[in-house]
């Protein structure tokens, strides 16, 4: 079982820069692949980035272009998303995400079995 904490959310204004913390309580987190996902109201869960956990390779959704970096220490069982450039069409709940094992697909939200509460980033303009 893995249990995933998000925090660092909060409220930027545009072009500014938070970073995303999301803490996993489980054994091993070294062999568990992280992902970060976003929802704005009414609006699908859309990928944002993940970070495999063999390799490190790094994965980033489309409308990231290079604001975005992932990364995570496995002494701290963390995984981090700084953002910077956030604009306002950022605002959303930001979920941490995590499966067992190599990731097959990064954007899939059923890669992920394991999902945390969700933190609230709002960008005002």
């Known amino acids: 079982q893995v249990q995933l904490v998000e925090s660092g ?8 820069s938070l970073r995303l913390s999301c803490v996993a309580s489980v054994r091993g987190f070294s062999a568990i692949s992280m992902g970060w996902f976003r929802q704005a109201p009414a609006m699908e ?4 980035a993940a970070i495999n956990w063999s390799d490190s390779n ?3 959704g489309e409308f990231v272009k290079g604001r975005f970096t992932i990364s995570r220490d ?34 899939g939200y059923d890669e992920y079995r394991y999902w945390g509460q969700g933190t609230q ?5």
Not at 45 to 48: H, I
Not at 77 to 86: E, F, P, Q, R
Not at 121 to 125: I, K, L, M, Y
């Open 74 to 107: 496995n002494l701290e069982s963390t995984v981090y998303l700084k953002m910077n450039s956030l604009k306002p069409e950022g605002t959303a709940v930001y979920y941490c995400a995590a499966r067992q094992g190599d990731i097959q697909s990064a954007e």
């Open 58 to 60: 790094k994965y980033y």
């Open 45 to 48: 869960r859309e990928f944002v």
């Open 9 to 16: 959310g909060g409220l930027v204004q545009a072009g500014g």
């Open 121 to 125: 980033v709002t960008v005002s303009s």
